[in-house]
């Protein structure tokens, strides 16, 4: 049988490759070989294939974060910290990922902070975008917004929360900013504190776009007639009704 020239080209190439690949294995049992009679350990060939961690790399954090996690991989030079360790000690990381380059000896580490889009009253905890709590290092998040208390809010209402700050913060969403933010109960939902004064019995967050938009309407009503409210009850909201109150007055 008579081979054409491609099909005899290909084989000719796979045949050098496997020539190659056996050269290859061959110097490494000699090397390995040589390892033994040396009495060398496998210690010692990995520290001669290997280089030795020389430095960390921290990518994605801002300066403030990034001192404080580079203060705390540094000390771990010799047995890096895997991701999951350094998420587990900086709860304000959403996500990091470790890589090492083998020419360098350097361990790069990739970080996503969290968005925290609220403060709670108790210091060093926020609330994320995405209805997580988290603890920070103190100087990390500098949050102007309202003060949060949501001490037995569950998961789904946290979440429920962090879209309600987004939908309020909008200009002109709230006829002042928004200075308090309470968990009153499950059954009482909500409430918030402007920084006019104004008291919103808010219930649960839910039609927060639609309630908003009633709210404009009917304190613009209050200060018409009233010459303002003290607070609005929202709670009856699906019933159709908002509950006012009048400005209290001195001596009453």
């Known amino acids: 049988m008579v081979l054409r020239p491609k099909v005899r080209s290909q084989r000719v190439r796979l045949l050098a490759a496997a020539g190659a690949l056996a050269c290859l294995g061959a110097m490494a049992l000699v090397v390995l070989l040589q390892f033994k ?11 001669r294939l290997v280089p030795a961690p020389r430095g960390i790399e921290v990518d994605g954090a801002p300066p ?8 705390f991989l540094e000390p771990r030079l010799a047995a890096p910290a895997s991701a999951a360790e350094l998420l587990a000690a900086f709860p304000c990381l959403k996500s990091a990922g470790l890589s090492r380059s083998y020419w360098t000896g350097t361990f ?5 902070p969290r968005k925290a889009v609220g403060a709670a009253a108790r210091a060093g905890r926020y609330l994320a975008d995405d209805g997580t709590v988290f603890a920070a290092p103190e100087g990390v998040y500098a949050v102007s917004g309202p003060a949060l208390e949501f001490e037995g809010a569950t998961g ?6 962090a879209g309600f700050l987004s939908q309020s913060a909008k200009p002109g969403s709230l006829p002042a900013a928004l200075e308090k933010m309470r968990f009153v109960s499950a059954a009482e939902g909500w409430e918030a504190r402007l920084a006019d004064g104004t008291v919103l019995i808010w219930g649960d967050l839910r039609f927060t776009r639609q309630k908003l938009s009633r709210l404009r309407e009917i304190l613009d009503d209050a200060r018409a007639q009233f010459g303002g409210a003290s607070s609005a ?3 009856y909201f699906e019933d159709g009704r908002v509950l006012v109150r009048p400005p209290l007055r001195a001596g009453r």
């Open 156 to 161: 789904a209402e946290l979440k429920e929360l």
């Open 233 to 235: 009850d929202l709670r």
């Open 64 to 71: 403030e974060l990034k001192d404080k996690l580079t203060a």
């Open 37 to 47: 009679r040396q009495g060398a350990d496998w210690s010692a060939l990995k520290a």
């Open 108 to 112: 790069r580490y990739v970080v996503e």
